[in-house]
């Protein structure tokens, strides 16, 4: 969402008149977009602005501007230990900013705008993707959330649910799949509760509609889209009417970001997660049954307080039961104002750390094992270009986003689908030839 916020904040910038720069060192106005899940999060980027100070110390005209959760949770305050910022921007004022830096370009007055604001506007449909010729474009579909995990900074400094109007949604896509984007990531805090108005998930996998199953519908009828993503959803909000949506529309990837958190039942509770270890696999599992080459993604917390061996080694053997490709693994951080902030934050650092490399290991394993599968097999590209690590070769991502590189025939764009047949796996790559 981030990203997205950031490709808005420049979209609105250059539809003002404002352009874009490759290099901080030239810029006139620099506006660094900041999250704050985790305290390091927030420390990288108070030193990086920090660091900024020395460029505005020779170039006095320079405007430094601070948007995003960090500028939401601290406000007026971050004047005070970062002194050369200009403005601070909250999370609910991005759709003024084009506004706000002309302010400050013609009075030259220090700004904070960071009232939080229920009437955000629904859409703010302006796209960067489409300018630099990309093939994949965010859509964010809902904002904020309700749900309040006891560890969480997001509800406080994002706001409660607001979804968008389904009509605004597929429009805003269609005009997307008109400029040749084939690519579409639905986004949201709390995204499968689109459509909700806050109202509390299904409680049992049979119980209840999806209005985001049926967003997905809505948004796989236009042509010219080609694949389908989503991030992040709740598991609560997994009901056979979602798992049937994500199952059976063809152009929705079968590669599913589930965060799961922990795999202890008590950490779930005091994490106020209202879902067991054991609802968890079940929703894994149906999914799997449904679609064979389903693969899954995740976020996990170690070190949440008062998490045991015990309790880690449920995570561990969860995530291996369930067989994730992919993981975010996160090291707890207390966030002050959150449920948990008044825990007792009792795992200590070094174990902390023990357990993130514990789970990093068993998921390179199994990422290495799942991509050495295979090889012989081949697979389904949407080609995104030159490959970052090696600019002779190009790659791309597979439907279940593995990373690809291959070799350009010559006649290959962006945005093409090409049939790769394996050859050889790394944990994170696989690498093949063009049929
Ligand atoms: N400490 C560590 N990780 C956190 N996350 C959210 N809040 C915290 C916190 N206080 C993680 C969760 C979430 C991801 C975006 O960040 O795993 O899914
Ligand atoms: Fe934070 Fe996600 Fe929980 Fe919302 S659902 S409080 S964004 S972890």
């Known amino acids: 969402m981030n990203e997205r916020d950031s490709e808005t904040a420049a979209a609105l ?27 390091q999060a927030e420390r990288k980027a108070v030193g990086k602005i920090g660091i900024i100070k020395k460029i505005k110390r020779e170039k006095t005209a320079l405007i430094i501007g601070v948007m995003g959760c960090m500028a939401q949770r601290r406000g007026e305050e971050l004047f005070k230990e970062l002194p050369h910022l200009d403005f601070i921007l909250g999370t609910d004022q991005l759709h003024s900013i084009a506004e706000i830096v002309d302010e400050i370009v013609k009075n030259r007055r220090k700004l904070v705008a960071d009232a939080q604001n229920s009437s955000f506007p629904d859409s703010i449909d302006t796209h960067m993707a489409v300018e630099t010729g990309d093939f994949s474009a965010y859509i964010a579909v809902m904002r904020g959330c309700n749900r309040f995990c006891s560890y969480c900074i997001v509800p406080y400094v994002r706001g409660r649910e607001k979804s968008r109007l389904m009509d605004d949604i597929v429009k805003e896509a269609r005009l997307l799949a008109e400029k040749g984007i084939k690519e579409i990531m639905l986004l949201g805090q709390n995204v499968a509760a ?16 999806s209005p985001f199953g049926e967003l997905l519908a809505a948004v796989s009828e236009i042509e010219g889209i080609k694949r389908i993503r989503f991030t992040s959803p709740h598991p609560a909000y997994f009901n056979d009417a979602l798992i049937n949506a994500i199952v059976s529309l063809p152009k929705v990837c079968k590669s599913v970001h589930l965060p799961l958190q922990s795999g202890s039942d008590s ?34 917390i170690v070190g949440f ?45 070094e174990l902390k750390e023990a357990r993130n490399k514990i789970l990093l290991e068993d998921l390179s394993k199994r ?39 291959f070799d350009n025939p010559g006649n290959l764009k962006v945005g093409d689908f090409v049939q790769v047949k394996v050859t050889r ?9 063009i049929l």
Not at 16 to 37: H, K, M, P, Q, W
């Open 425 to 433: 796996a790394s944990s994170s790559t696989i690498f093949g030839d």
């Open 13 to 39: 910038l250059s539809a003002r008149g404002y352009r874009i720069c490759n290099d901080e060192l030239d810029a006139d106005i620099i506006i660094f977009n900041t999250c704050s899940v985790r305290d």
């Open 305 to 349: 307080p008062g998490e045991t061996e015990e309790d880690f080694i449920a995570t561990r053997e969860l995530m291996n039961k369930v067989g994730f490709e992919n993981a975010f693994i996160f090291k707890y951080s207390p966030r002050s104002g959150t449920a948990s902030a008044k825990m007792n934050d009792d795992v200590p650092q």
């Open 267 to 300: 950490i779930l509770k005091a994490m106020n997660r209202p879902y067991t270890a054991e609802r968890f696999y079940e929703i894994a599992s149906k999914l799997r049954s449904l679609c064979p080459d389903i693969t899954f993604s995740t976020d996990v």
């Open 194 to 209: 689109y459509g909700h108005d806050g109202m509390p998930p299904p409680k049992s996998m049979s119980e209840g509609d």
């Open 367 to 405: 990422a290495a094992e799942s991509n050495r599968k295979l090889v012989g097999e081949t697979v389904e590209v949407l080609v995104e270009g030159p490959s970052k690590r090696n600019v002779e070769r190009w790659s791309g991502h597979t439907d279940s986003k593995r990373l690809a590189v």
